[in-house]
């Protein structure tokens, strides 16, 4: 059989053999492809594309709000799974943007809309957000999506036979969580929601922020956001579901954040 018939399959044996060999650090078993550096690189270019096309908010007092948040939850974060590896420094921007969003992406950027800060009334609440988002990154749910919406294509990746120009810049910002016009984040996959709440449940503890303000950020949530779809139309959880999957894991939570100093923000 000749090569240019044989590498299809070749490449599909590939994907077979690295199947399976990852695990996200909740223990859950992960298909991600594309190379971390590659991913912080991608995660950095959509972050210079939002800061260029988005109004970024002058206000200092909720900058430093936010920024001091920042702070404690990635210093939490990197306390809850020392076994990770974590970028040097960690950047955040508040956009001015009504819509109560946050993103966080790979290479170490968190991104905050000015609207977060209506629905989130504590800085407990505002780090329940940062942990969760976070969490996507430490659990690289971003390059699990783009693992799944390439393909066979995030294999070439990793073999360097594929540029990373290649594919649709629209497919990347989806894949990161992030809308490519307005800066909206997209919801992840339903298990990638419920594995980031719980990890960010705990990263929120660890930093030294009251745990069962997440759920209190979560009944906010669900008090603004009118006509969510019904839970079956959505890969979100829906609110009362979220609310009772924090719930179960609070008592943990709770250990976890009376063993800490308290954040003051």
């Not at 939490?76 to 109560?100: H, K, N, T």
């Not at 910002?173 to 307005?182: D, E, K, P, R, S």
């Not at 943990?252 to 954040?257: D, L, Q, V």
Request: proline letters at 6%; hydrophobic letters at 45%; aromatic letters at 6%.
């Amino acid at each position: 059989m000749h090569w240019r018939c044989v590498r299809p399959l070749f490449w599909l044996a590939l994907l077979a053999v690295l199947a399976g060999c990852g695990e996200t650090p909740t223990g859950r078993s992960q298909l991600a492809l594309v190379p971390g550096p590659l991913m912080a690189d991608m995660g950095g270019d959509a972050f210079d594309q939002l800061r260029n096309t988005q109004p970024i908010s002058r206000d200092a007092q909720a900058n430093q709000l936010v920024q001091c948040v920042a702070d404690k939850i990635v210093a939490g974060a990197e306390a809850s799974y020392p076994e990770l590896d974590f970028p040097e420094r960690w950047e955040m921007v508040l956009f001015e943007d009504p819509s109560p969003n946050a993103f966080a992406l790979p290479g170490g950027r968190i991104g905050v809309h000015t609207g977060l800060l209506q629905v989130a009334e504590t800085p407990a609440q505002l780090a329940a957000v940062m942990g969760h988002e976070v969490a996507h990154v430490l659990a690289d749910h971003g390059n699990e999506r783009l693992t799944q919406q390439l393909g066979i294509k995030a294999v070439l990746l990793v073999v360097g036979l594929l540029g990373e120009g290649e594919f649709g810049n629209q497919q990347l910002m989806q894949a990161l969580g992030v809308g490519a016009q307005l800066g909206i984040s997209l919801p992840f996959s339903r298990t990638h929601e419920e594995e980031a709440d719980l990890m960010g449940l705990e990263v929120m503890a660890r930093a030294g922020f009251d745990p069962q303000q997440s759920v209190a950020l979560w009944q906010n949530m669900a008090a603004a956001g009118d006509g969510q779809p019904p839970e079956f139309l959505s890969t979100h959880p829906a609110h009362e579901s979220r609310i009772r999957a924090l719930q179960g894991a609070l008592e943990e939570a709770n250990a976890t954040y009376r063993a800490v100093t308290p954040a003051q923000c």
